[in-house]
């Protein structure tokens, strides 16, 4: 588990829970799915276009963490660096935590030429 200081506020996250994770990955789909679909908006202006993108961010925040906190963090400002920072705070952290979780799943998962190894020497006679 981890606690992330974003706009001053505390925020654990905890993405070795499947539950968190889960949330967390359709959490990230959405977001990304959604600034992606605003790319090719060409009849939004720039105020409205960064309007949209902090909208995905603070949905993204109020669904990982839960509702309220968009509005406790960004306190009703669409500040398209703030918005932006903070998520890449969770990005980073949860890029970080996956790593983590691999060298864990990793340290106990023999891959199958090592388990053919470890059994071979266990029938080896001396």
């Known amino acids: 588990m981890s606690t992330l200081k974003i706009c001053g506020q ?36 720039n105020a409205d276009g960064m309007r949209e993108t902090c909208k995905n961010v603070k949905a993204f925040f109020d669904e990982l963490f839960r509702e309220g ?20 705070i969770v990005a980073t952290e949860a890029g970080k935590m996956k790593g983590q979780l691999n060298a864990i799943t990793n ?15 266990k029938h080896k006679k001396i």
Do not use: H, P, W
């Open 69 to 88: 906190t968009a509005e406790k963090l960004f306190k009703g400002k669409n500040n398209l660096a703030i918005c932006m920072d903070a998520f890449a």
């Open 10 to 45: 505390e925020l654990e996250l905890d993405l070795f829970d499947a539950d968190v994770m889960e949330v967390y990955e359709k959490s990230m789909e959405k977001v990304v799915k959604r600034n992606e679909e605003l790319k090719v908006r060409t009849d939004l202006s």
């Open 107 to 121: 340290k106990y998962n023999l891959n199958r030429a090592q388990r053919r190894q470890v059994n071979n020497n």
